[in-house]
């Protein structure tokens, strides 16, 4: 675990090294617009996301399993009126009692790449993206990935107005290679979502992550209310967030009685 934290403190350093090489003095963005742009997963905004869930009660040996999801938001303007936005989701799991009672497992999961086509203006407020999704098998533990590459198609829409954020995202994987003796992924993945920010860039959201798995017919449903305010530490911009997290539908043998979700997101605006 430790080598994995080392690497994740490696690329976001190097990330954020990057980013503000690259960036050039402009005038100072407020604190509205940024929590806006947050709320928006198409903007064209860098943002360095460190979103930490824990659950716990899982299952029948009581388990517990904290996920630490790495997510660089990355956009490209490919010209005047299209945007390429990439988004990289690198989880670091912990858990325990999960696979049997006193069992326990740490490392990676596989990590899933996003990229999105986007206009790099909205008409009225709406915004929409498309694009393709990928999931890498770089999982260090076999019992926290699938060991497969996967890839499909992913779609957002939204809307913003009078400070709402409405809209939704989703993506389906399916494997293409890997090892043969692992199960197939068929996987769609939805998510709701909505916001209200304030001018002074506290918000509140609410938004459901919903996972169909095609191969084994489950559906898995967390709802996930936070609360989000913009400030900085010292000359950095952040973003922080917390709220439940709530279980609403799992596989059988796989809910969890509650969870926790904080988020600690380093921003830079273009």
């Not at 090294?17 to 929590?35: C, F, H, R, V, Y």
């Not at 010292?234 to 709530?246: D, T």
Request: charged share 15%; aromatic share 8%.
């Amino acid at each position: 675990m430790k080598t994995i934290f080392a690497i994740l403190i490696i690329l976001s350093g190097s990330v954020i090294t990057g980013i503000l090489e690259a960036q050039e003095a402009k005038p100072e963005i407020s604190a509205e617009e940024l929590a806006k742009k947050l709320s928006n997963p198409v903007a064209s905004l860098i943002s360095v996301p460190f979103q930490n869930n824990t659950d716990v009660g899982i299952g029948q040996y009581n388990g517990s399993k904290n996920t630490l999801n790495f997510q660089p938001v990355i956009p490209i303007n490919l010209s005047s009126k299209l945007n390429l936005i990439s988004r990289f989701i690198i989880p670091v799991v912990s858990q325990h009692n999960i696979t049997g009672e006193g069992t326990g497992q740490h490392g990676l999961a596989d990590a899933v790449v996003s990229a999105w086509f986007s206009p790099a203006e909205a008409k009225n407020g709406f915004i929409w993206g498309v694009g393709p999704v990928f999931l890498l098998p770089i999982a260090t533990n076999d019992l926290l990935g699938t060991k497969k590459l996967g890839i499909g198609p992913t779609a957002l829409v939204l809307k913003q107005f009078h400070g709402w954020t409405m809209g939704a995202l989703v993506n389906q994987i399916w494997s293409v290679a890997g090892d043969t003796s692992r199960s197939d992924v068929s996987q769609m993945f939805i998510q709701p979502f909505m916001s209200y920010n304030w001018k002074s860039g506290a918000g509140l959201g609410l938004n459901a992550e919903i996972t169909q798995n095609w191969i084994s017919s489950t559906t898995s449903v967390f709802i996930n209310p936070t609360i989000s305010g913009v400030t900085k530490l010292g000359k950095q911009i952040v973003s922080l967030a917390i709220g439940p997290r709530i279980q609403v539908a799992a596989p059988d043998g796989s809910k969890a009685d509650f969870g926790v979700r904080a988020a600690v997101t380093f921003v830079f605006p273009k």
